[in-house]
Each structure stands twice: as structure tokens, then as C-alpha cells.
């Protein structure tokens, strides 16, 4: 069925490391969006990205969208421990009417201080 | 302004038990919606509602029931239990076309079915 995967599964990481977790999908969305939950708490949404080749940035969060918009990433510069959580990306394949939204299954990113 | 929020917290369930969740959300959202998560797997979508009264099938519908009878409630409910069923479970809404409004989560409900 229509998948979006991601990885990497888990990383750990130096404070003060870069981090990066990839998102890809079988066929072409509509559109993607990103969201971290903290370890015990829910999903919060960070960002949407619409265009092909679209890149947001968010203080030390960096957001592109792929030009084929089959693919996205996550690159976080300079992590800290308050980046610690589960990043999920979650992309729209189909129609409005008759579409669905899809979340990867998550990157789970753990800060050594 | 409480969002979305979730009840119970956390269930217990032995097998062949039914059990409604409730989520409600005071934001006047069109859409809501029910996923579980389990470990590895990231979210998958139960079931969905577009509106007061209308409800569609996700990814994984089989051994779930919901129900949008008000608009700020959407209720999931498990018949008979089982096993498979142990996850959270996370209820979400938007404003309107979730292809491209950002979804709110709620605090989660804690299954477990022995």
C-alpha cells in the first residue's frame, strides 16, 4: 500500500551534534507535514511544506521539500537537549475528497549533554 | 481554550470487553480524527469524520466503531476487545481540509488489553 518511510529509526547524538531524519514516499504528495512528540507526550505540529523544492526554516530547524515531492527532511544544527523527542513527518498523497494523510513511522532523537 | 482532550487517560481491558474513548475539542473544528500508536509503527489513522454526522474508514478501521453525533465530539468505541488492540490511541482535529491545515492532538489514552 501507499508508504511513507523514514529513517533513521533512532539516533543519538553529542549536544551540540547536527541531526538529520529523511522522509520518503512512494508516490508524489500533495504536500508534507512535520511534528515532534516529547517522550510521554502527544504530537505537536511544527511545519507544513507545500511547494516542490520548498525550504522553511525554523531558528536552528531546517525544512526542505523534495523537487519531485517524493522526498523531505528534517535537519536540525547545533542539537540540544530540549530537541529531544520523536519527529514524524506525515505526508497527503490523493485528492482532497479521497486522500489521506500517511506519517512516517518516526525518528526518535536522543541528546547526550 | 482546553484543545482537544481525551477520556479516560488509561483502560484496562480484559478481552472480549468493550469500551467507548471519548475526544472532544472546543476549537469548532470540522475535522477530527482517531489514530493509534504503537511502538515502531508511527501513527496510523482508525477512523475520520469531515463533519457532524459523518464518519470514514483510515487505515486500520477493523474492531473499531465511531461516532460524530456533535460536532466538537468523536467517539471510538471497541466492541470486543482483544490483545492487538493494546496501544495509545490519539485523537486529533482540524479546522477544515486536512490536506492542508496543521491537525491538533490531544493527551492520548493508554489501552491495554489483557
Known amino acids: 500500500g501507499q508508504q511513507v518511510m523514514q529513517i533513521p529509526q533512532y539516533q543519538h547524538v553529542q549536544e551540540g551534534e547536527d541531526f538529520t531524519t529523511y522522509c520518503n514516499s512512494s508516490t508524489t504528495l500533495s504536500n508534507i507535514q512535520w511534528y515532534k512528540q516529547r517522550p510521554g507526550g502527544h504530537p505537536v505540529f511544527l511545519i507544513q511544506?507545500?511547494?516542490?523544492?520548498e525550504v522553511k526554516k525554523q531558528k536552528r530547524l531546517t525544512f526542505q521539500f523534495g523537487e519531485a515531492k517524493k522526498n523531505s527532511s528534517l535537519h536540525i544544527t547545533a542539537t540540544q537537549t530540549t530537541d529531544v523527542g520523536t519527529y514524524f513527518c506525515?505526508?497527503?498523497?490523493?485528492?482532497?475528497?479521497?486522500?489521506?494523510?500517511?506519517f512516517g513511522q518516526g525518528t526518535t532523537l536522543q541528546v547526550k549533554p | 481554550n482546553a484543545g482537544v482532550t481525551q477520556t479516560p487517560k488509561f483502560r484496562v481491558l480484559k478481552t472480549g470487553q468493550s469500551m467507548t474513548l471519548l475526544c472532544a475539542q472546543d476549537m469548532n473544528h470540522e475535522y477530527m480524527y482517531w489514530y493509534r500508536q504503537d511502538p515502531g509503527m508511527g501513527l496510523r489513522l482508525i477512523h475520520y469524520?469531515?463533519?457532524?454526522?459523518?464518519?470514514a474508514k483510515g487505515e486500520v478501521p477493523d474492531g473499531y466503531n465511531v461516532s460524530r453525533l456533535k460536532k466538537q465530539n468523536f467517539l471510538l468505541g471497541l466492541e470486543s476487545a482483544a490483545p492487538s488492540q493494546t496501544s495509545v490511541y490519539f485523537c486529533a482535529s482540524s479546522y477544515s481540509r486536512w490536506d492542508y491545515n496543521e491537525q491538533f492532538f490531544g493527551p492520548g489514552t493508554r489501552l491495554t488489553v489483557l
Open positions: 469524520s469531515v463533519g457532524e454526522g459523518t464518519t
Open positions: 506525515a505526508g497527503f498523497m490523493g485528492s482532497s475528497n479521497t486522500g489521506k494523510l500517511i
Open positions: 511544506l507545500v511547494k516542490s523544492g
